[in-house]
C-alpha cells in the first residue's frame, strides 16, 4: 500500500473503526478511494472451537485490541491523529457489545481532537469496498450484498441514495454455508470450506429446492434449504449409504448460486442498470463469482467485486463510505449510538 505521494496530498483522511462482529479492524483512506493502510485483528482462531462467534466473548476481544489496531493503522499510514480529517465507525447491523466497543472508540477520538463523526452502515460499507477495489466504478448499479448476517439486493442511485429491493426472511446465505457445513463436520468458518469441497463434487448429484423462485421477488429464503440438506444427510444414512460430502457441497452450494443470480439478473432488468456489484463476505466464493461473471459478459453487463481482503469485514470499507458521507454533510453528532437491527438505507 506504499504511495509515492505524501498522504496528504492525496486527499481528505478519514480513519475508519470496525467492531460489528468478530474482526477489529482500523484503517486510513485517502480521498475516499486510496487505502493507505487497514489493520484487521481477526477472532476467527477463538471461535473455531465453539463452531461460531460467542457475542460476549467478542465484545471483550474488541475492548482489548480496538486501541492498538488503531495505533497501528496510524503507524502504518505514515500518519498520527493530528493529520486525520474524519472518523468514521460501524454503528450497526451487528452485534451490540461488539459495535459499542467501535462507537466508544469512535466518539472519543472524535471529541478529543474535535473532528467529524460518522456513522457508518455496515451494509453499505461492505457495498463501498467495491470503490476501493475499482476507481473507475460510479453509480448507479445493483448490489448484491452477501455475508455471514445478510443477503440483500441494493439499487445504489447515488453515493448517499439507495433502495432496498429485497432481503432474506430467514437466514443469511453465508450463516446458510457455515450451518450445513457444521452438520457436515466441517471446520469453521464454513463458506471457505465449503467452497474447496464443492470443486471435487457434482452440482447436479442432489436436487436441492429453490425458494421464492418466481418472477421479480427480490426477497431470499435459505432456511429450507439448509433443511433439506440436514434431511438429505440423515436419510443417507438410515439407509446405511454413504455421503458424498462433495457431492452435498456442490449441490447445496449450486442451490444457493442460482437464486442469488437469478434474483440479481432480474434487479438489473427492473432497474434499468448496466452495472452489477458484489459485496460481504460470501462474495469471495469462487463459484459465485464464476457464475455471475459468465452470466454478465452474455448481458454485456459491468460486474465488479472486491479482492477477498476487502469482502470480510474490514475498516477500509467503513473509511471509504464515511468519506463520502463526509463530503455530502451528513455526519452523527455525539448521541450516536450502537443500533443492532440498523436497516440499509436507515440513518
Do not use: W
Not at 195 to 212: I, M, Q, W
Not at 230 to 239: D, G, I, M, S, T
Not at 336 to 344: E, K, T
Amino acid at each position: 500500500m506504499a504511495n509515492e505521494k505524501p498522504p496528504a496530498a492525496l486527499g481528505q483522511l478519514v480513519l475508519g473503526i470496525e467492531t460489528s462482529c468478530d474482526e477489529t479492524s482500523a484503517s486510513v483512506v485517502a480521498g475516499g478511494r486510496t487505502i493507505l493502510s487497514n489493520v484487521i485483528s481477526s477472532q476467527v482462531p477463538i471461535f473455531q472451537r465453539f463452531g461460531g462467534v460467542v457475542p460476549e466473548i467478542a465484545s471483550r476481544k474488541h475492548i482489548e485490541n480496538v486501541m492498538g489496531v488503531i495505533d497501528q493503522a496510524l503507524g502504518e499510514a505514515g500518519i498520527g491523529l493530528d493529520d486525520i480529517h474524519g472518523v468514521g465507525v460501524t454503528y450497526g447491523p451487528g452485534l451490540v457489545g461488539a459495535l459499542l466497543v467501535g462507537v466508544a472508540a469512535a466518539k472519543t477520538l472524535a471529541f478529543a481532537k474535535e473532528l467529524p463523526l460518522l456513522g457508518v452502515n455496515h451494509l453499505e460499507g461492505h457495498i463501498f469496498a467495491n470503490f476501493l477495489a475499482h476507481k473507475d466504478l460510479t453509480p448507479p448499479f445493483v448490489a448484491l450484498v452477501v455475508s455471514g448476517g445478510h443477503t440483500s439486493l441494493v439499487h445504489v442511485k447515488d453515493y448517499n441514495q439507495f433502495q432496498l429491493l429485497g432481503q432474506t426472511r430467514d437466514d443469511a446465505a453465508g450463516e446458510a454455508f457455515d450451518k450445513v457445513a457444521r452438520v457436515m463436520g466441517l471446520p469453521y468458518p464454513g463458506g471457505p470450506e465449503i467452497d474447496r469441497l464443492a470443486k471435487d463434487g457434482d452440482p447436479t448429484a442432489v436436487a436441492f429446492p429453490r425458494a421464492l423462485h418466481g418472477q421479480n421477488n427480490f426477497e431470499f429464503s435459505f432456511s429450507g434449504l439448509k433443511s433439506a440438506v440436514l434431511n438429505y444427510l440423515n436419510q443417507v444414512k438410515q439407509k446405511g449409504e454413504t455421503v458424498s460430502l462433495p457431492d452435498v457441497a456442490a449441490s447445496f452450494q449450486a442451490a444457493v448460486i442460482d437464486i442469488l443470480t437469478e434474483k440479481t439478473l432480474q434487479a438489473v432488468q427492473v432497474t434499468g442498470a448496466s452495472t452489477v456489484c458484489l459485496a460481504g463476505g460470501v462474495a469471495a466464493n469462487s463459484r459465485l463469482r464464476a457464475e455471475l461473471t459468465v452470466r454478465c459478459q452474455e448481458r454485456a453487463i459491468g460486474f465488479y467485486y472486491p479482492p477477498p481482503v476487502l469482502c470480510t469485514d474490514n475498516a477500509a470499507m467503513i473509511a471509504c463510505r464515511a468519506h463520502y458521507k463526509q463530503q455530502a454533510g451528513l455526519c452523527s453528532n455525539f448521541h450516536l449510538n450502537a443500533i443492532p437491527g440498523l436497516r440499509l438505507g436507515e440513518s
